[in-house]
């Protein structure tokens, strides 16, 4: 069906009035028997047709009037349904250079020192000081003790002693002790610029009586006979005349 034909059952659909009351009156006339006197003589044989043919013609009518009503209500083709257009996104905003969040990396500690190290040479006396280191003999070919011997003549009000373990390979430290009472002192063992060192600092208030004290680091090593040339100490004391300092190796005694 073209348009122009559609067109034209639209305008004739909406023109269209049903004359019902008419309708109805012929299939009343024809329930009735109301019929013409020229067909009086057969009305029995014409009632059963009469009303069929009305009810077929109210139902053509109908059904046709359908039929238009739906060609009415039916969109023209040429127009199609637009969809609706797609909302677009949001965008959504950056947050500002102010609005990120940073971390500061944490701030290294480095162990405090009260003296330069590392040092050359060898001092091992020097005013009130006097000083030794050695291996010692009951160390093995796995595991080793590192001594060293203080004398001092005076009283000590401070002092710092420093072993230093180089790494040969394994080594790892297995204790340390001294003479002195432990409570008079800090004690650290770290890895130091290639080295296991020992520290001991005499507490603020302590003093350190004179005479001959020991101090002593035990690690573990690679096993065979290790080397200790590069093994070194450092001794710093004060006394009442004044500061003074002590260095040296490891000689090893069998």
């Known amino acids: ?71 009415v209500r039916t969109p023209s083709p040429s127009h199609p349904p637009t969809a609706p257009a797609a909302p677009s996104p949001t965008a959504i905003p950056s947050p500002t250079p102010s609005a990120r969040t940073t971390t500061a990396p944490a701030p290294s500690t480095a162990p405090s020192s009260s003296r330069p190290t ?10 009130p ?49 001294r003479t002195l009472p432990s409570d008079d002192f800090t004690v650290t063992v770290q890895q130091v610029g290639g080295a296991l060192v020992y520290r001991w600092v005499l507490k603020p208030g302590r003093t350190v009586p004179p005479g001959q004290h020991e101090f002593a680091g035990q690690y573990n090593h690679a096993t065979g006979i290790r080397n ?19 260095w040296g190796g490891f000689t090893t005694t069998r």
Request: glycine content about 8%.
């Open 1 to 71: 069906m073209n348009e122009e034909t559609t067109r034209r059952l639209r305008e004739a659909a909406e023109a269209h009035q049903p004359d019902r009351a008419r309708i109805l009156a012929r299939v009343e006339r024809g329930a009735t028997g109301t019929v013409a006197p020229h067909r009086r003589r057969s009305i029995a044989r014409s009632w059963p047709k009469a009303g069929l043919a009305g009810l077929a013609a109210a139902a053509i009518l109908a059904t046709g009037g359908l039929a238009v009503a739906d060609i």
């Open 228 to 246: 200790a040339t590069r093994d070194s100490y450092r001794v710093d004391a004060r006394t009442s005349a004044g500061p003074s300092a002590v």
């Open 129 to 177: 000081l006097w000083s030794e280191g050695s291996v010692d003999p009951a160390s093995s070919v796995y595991w080793a003790q590192n001594n060293l011997t203080l004398r001092a003549s005076q009283q000590l009000t401070s002092l710092t002693v420093e072993l230093r373990v180089a790494q040969t390979g394994g080594v790892r430290s297995t204790g340390a002790w």
């Open 118 to 127: 590392p040092w050359a040479g060898t001092r091992v006396e020097s005013g």
